[in-house]
Nanobody, 123 residues
Framework: QVQLVESGGGLVQAGGSLRLSCAASGSISRINAMGWYLQAPGKQRELVARITSGGSTNYADSVKGRFTISRDVAKNTVYLQMNSLKPEDTAVYYC?????????????????WGQGTLVTVSS
């Protein structure tokens, strides 16, 4: 019912920038939060940045000051501006959406994940 379409990944040199986007579509009543997670080979998926419907944000310590998350509520789209990229940022980045579903007659909080987009930072 819900699809997340990610774009913007690619190959950049250290110090460069990328802008990731994730557009949610389908059966969406209300999105409570959208965010980005990364997963490097052999490691757990971990939070990069998250933004709530109220505009509150939180970031991993490793990206503070370099990455900025933003969203277009009307378009159900979240962006991640990635500046001053480092080789250690190389990973697959996954879009995450938490939404409220009312189809059962009561509110349920559901998570959805994008397919992932690869970011490769060369030195």
């Amino acid at each position: 019912q819900v699809q997340l379409v990610e774009s913007g990944g690619g190959l950049v040199q250290a110090g460069g920038s990328l802008r990731l986007s994730c557009a949610a579509s389908g059966s969406i009543s209300r999105i409570n939060a959208m965010g980005w997670y990364l997963q490097a080979p052999g490691k757990q998926r971990e939070l990069v940045a998250r933004i709530t419907s109220g505009g509150s944000t939180n970031y991993a310590d490793s990206v503070k000051g370099r990455f900025t998350i933003s969203r277009d509520v009307a378009k159900n789209t979240v962006y991640l501006q990635m500046n001053s990229l480092k080789p250690e940022d190389t990973a697959v980045y996954y879009c995450n959406v938490v939404r409220t579903d009312y189809s059962s007659g009561y509110p349920r909080y559901l998570e959805h994940w994008g397919q992932g987009t690869l970011v490769t930072v060369s030195s």
